[in-house]
């Protein structure tokens, strides 16, 4: 079956590093543009990253441009998250989507708090 699975969230100080990963199984992993959403306590989920199939292209949210970056590498089915100069407002649970046309599935999160 289809599985997303997310890990490397943690608690960092502000202004520290974290690389998230999201390992895909049970579809063609290739095929998929990659997401990742993030949803704080009380705050509508909002989209962070965006990578399409090949990685040939990316999007970010303005929170993000200039300290995360996405990429993946279709031969492991992972999508990774990088996010640097970590701030307190990015506290969130991160959350892996893989999309193609009206497929669409979500991971179980991993937790990032940033607290120092």
């Known amino acids: 079956q289809v599985q997303l699975v997310e890990s490397g969230g943690g608690l960092v100080q502000p202004g520290g590093s974290l690389r998230l990963s999201c390992a895909a199984s049970g579809f063609t992993f290739s095929r998929y543009s990659m997401n990742w959403h993030r949803q704080a306590p009380g705050k509508e989920r909002e989209l962070v990253a965006t990578?399409?199939?090949?990685?040939?292209?990316?999007n970010y949210a303005d929170s993000a441009k200039g300290r995360f970056t996405i990429s993946r590498d279709n031969a492991k089915n992972t999508v990774y998250l990088q996010m640097k100069s970590l701030k307190f407002e990015d506290t969130a649970m991160y959350y892996c989507n893989a999309k193609r046309g009206p497929l669409d599935y979500w991971g179980q999160g991993t937790q990032v708090t940033v607290s120092s």
């Open positions: 990578i399409s199939s090949a990685g040939g292209s990316t």
